[in-house]
């Protein structure tokens, strides 16, 4: 599959990616709502991911920290606003180094084919915030994240 596709429009507080996989959406909504299958993926592949807590149903909060080589730790917490399922996830999203500074994320699944067309999208609450993003290098990490998540459903499932 090819890199992810990042839309970020100049002066808009958003970004957009999309990324096609060779799974059933099912199972790449269930990469994103199961714990354990989600500590295999989520990241760069030097850090570690520890999930705190995932409660993954209207209300249900949720908290991670991703852990580097050299011992620095990125903590990011969330709140599910609905019940997730296939047909979509909205979640707010939130790095605890920079607090109050809170995205909205939309994630949906969208069968086409062989295929599953996965969208997500992030709101910030400003262009700066979201400017701070995309300097952070928030290309690469999605890029690499997709490149596990592809890994990952490659074992869990046979190409289609």
């Known amino acids: 599959m090819a890199l992810a ?3 970020a429009e100049p002066a808009v507080p958003q970004i957009v990616v999309t990324r096609e996989f060779a799974a059933p959406r099912d199972l790449l909504f269930r990469a994103f709502t199961d714990p ?3 500590v295999q993926w989520l990241g760069s592949r030097d850090l570690i991911l520890t999930i705190d807590h995932f409660d993954a149903r209207h209300g249900g909060t949720w908290r991670y920290t991703s852990s580097s080589p050299t011992g620095d730790e990125y903590s990011f917490r ?5 019940t997730p399922s296939p047909d979509g996830i909205v979640q707010t999203f939130e790095f605890e180094d920079m607090p109050g500074h809170v995205c909205l994320e939309t994630v949906t699944f969208t069968e086409r084919g062989d295929v599953t067309v ?3 999208g992030t709101i910030f609450q400003s262009a700066a915030d979201r400017d ?3 300097e952070s290098n928030v290309a690469d990490g999605t890029n690499e994240s997709m490149e596990r998540l592809d890994e990952l459903l490659a074992r869990l499932a046979p190409v289609r």
């Open 36 to 38: 354990e299958l989600l």
């Open 132 to 134: 701070t993003a995309l």
């Open 118 to 120: 996965l969208t997500q």
């Open 78 to 82: 969330g709140v599910f606003h609905g």
């Open 5 to 7: 596709q990042i839309i």
